[in-house]
């Protein structure tokens, strides 16, 4: 169903999205660019890729370390992330951005705050997914992927018209391995040891809110909802 015309916020959105693996941080993401004007969007997998991309000898070690599966360390991580929004002008009073898979942890959004603090670009809301873990368990077991344009299909809901080929090209699809039911339950676990704590700390700040439900089409409008009441329109 096409979306409505875009919206043009009156205030600085500046949205750190929170969820479980596999909870449609990406899909909302997407929604939120295309229903708001003049919001970017990056993933911190977006900036440890181009990173990689650089081919430096730090861009190896990142590789590496994403290749075995090995946590980056926080210091590491914010190091990137730094730069990253330095060279893409993100650090200015005026701007309008949805962030996510940062933070990861407690330090992280510590650190990532007093990034964006210094340099009065602050985070003005933080909104969790909240969906049922069981629920994205059966949803990631049933999702394949076409890797050259990143479209994603589900078995059940959204299947490709050829079974396991993609619609546009005929290409096969593929399972990614971090969509393998017991890698995303140990993901899962990481995610539920440390949300508690992230939690915490955007409540205390005064800037966090949930919205939840089974799909997306019951999700973003909650999330939009949100952001015109907070943010007003312009």
Known sequence: M?????????????????????AGKTTQCARI??????????????????????????????????ETG????????MCLVQNFLYEHNWFNTASN???HGLPRTKAQAVALDRILDGNKAGVTMAIELNVDQKLILDR???????????????L??????????????????????????VLL???????????????SYYQRRGVWHEVGGKSSDIIFPQIKELLVKKFGQA
């Open 185 to 199: 339950q140990l993901r899962l676990d990481q995610y539920n040891k440390e949300i508690e704590e992230i939690r």
């Open 33 to 66: 660019q295309d229903s708001f004007l003049n919001v970017s969007s990056l993933s911190l997998k977006h900036i440890f890729r181009t990173e990689i991309a650089r081919g430096l000898p730090f861009s190896s070690s990142v590789k590496k370390l994403m």
């Open 156 to 181: 059940e809901y959204d299947p490709p018209e050829v079974p396991y080929k993609d619609d546009a090209t005929g290409e096969p699809l593929i399972k990614r391995e971090d969509d393998e039911a």
């Open 140 to 154: 990631v077991e049933k999702r394949w992927v076409h890797p050259p344009s990143g479209k994603v299909y589900n």
């Open 2 to 22: 096409p979306l409505s015309k875009a919206v043009k916020l009156a205030k600085p959105a500046r949205i750190v999205l929170l969820g479980a693996p596999g």
């Open 70 to 77: 090995s946590l980056i360390p926080d210091d590491v991580t």
């Open 97 to 99: 951005w949805v962030m």
